[in-house]
């Protein structure tokens, strides 16, 4: 059964620093998301991301942030100078299509800590 | 502003009761989405509920949508240990890309 993929599974860097988050959507889905879940706390919305634009983003996805297509399989979460606050666990998504009848299937999750 | 409340936020039942976890939402939209998500793991999806009077059922789960009354319920019946998980509801926005997530119930059953 076709699954999203993310990777690392855990990514551990300093203040300062700039990380990218990296997963595989299923592969004939055009919607692609990006979620984040503060450790014990509810999952929060990133960005959508659609034909190679942002369709909506949170006002969490600041200037610090950005998402990139970069071919046909990836599809990529940068943070330029991640923060303290940053240290969460990304979750990527996709659909088929666009709104919500369609289902959001989620990898398994990237776990960022900034120290 | 969308505002997605659960509740209880935690739950410690015996194995063979039955219990139900409330999901409320401040819109008139449909479509709601429940979720699983195990310790360190990643979320998997339940159920979707599209339309009001929707009802959907798997194992002892069944999830079902009021959507006058902006309320979904997530029903378990004779619990098992396995169903211990945290359990999510999500909302669509107006804007149909995006879900707003309740805090959670983190569901515990005790053999």
């Known amino acids: 059964e076709p699954e999203v993929t993310q990777t690392p599974s855990h990514q551990v860097t300093q203040m300062g620093q700039e990380v990218i988050l990296r997963c595989v959507p299923i592969s004939n889905h055009l919607y692609f998301y990006w979620y984040r879940q503060i450790l014990g706390q509810k999952v929060e919305f990133l960005v959508s991301?659609?034909?190679?634009?942002?369709?909506?983003k949170s006002e969490i996805f600041d200037d610090q942030f950005s998402v990139e297509r970069p071919d046909g399989s990836n599809f990529t979460l940068k943070i330029r100078s991640t923060k303290l606050e940053d240290s969460a666990m990304y979750f990527c998504a996709s659909s088929e299509a666009g709104g919500v009848f369609y289902e959001q299937y989620f990898g398994p999750g990237t776990r960022l800590t900034v120290t | 502003e969308l505002k997605v409340e659960q509740n209880p936020l935690f739950l410690s039942m015996q194995e063979g009761k039955n219990y139900t976890i409330y999901c409320n939402y401040s819109?008139?939209?449909?479509?709601l989405y429940w979720y699983r998500q195990d310790p360190g793991k990643s979320l998997e999806s339940l159920f979707v509920l599209l339309s009001n009077g929707a009802v959907k059922q798997e194992g002892r789960l069944m999830a079902s949508l009021d959507t006058k009354a902006r309320l979904s319920t997530l029903h378990i019946t004779a619990a098992v240990h396995d169903l211990s998980a945290t359990y999510f509801c999500?909302?669509?926005?107006?804007?149909?890309?995006?879900?707003?997530w309740g805090a959670g119930t983190k569901l515990i059953i005790k053999p």
């Open positions: 819109t008139t939209s449909d479509r």
């Open positions: 991301f659609y034909n190679n634009e942002i369709s909506e």
């Open positions: 999500a909302k669509a926005v107006d804007s149909n890309y995006q879900l707003i």
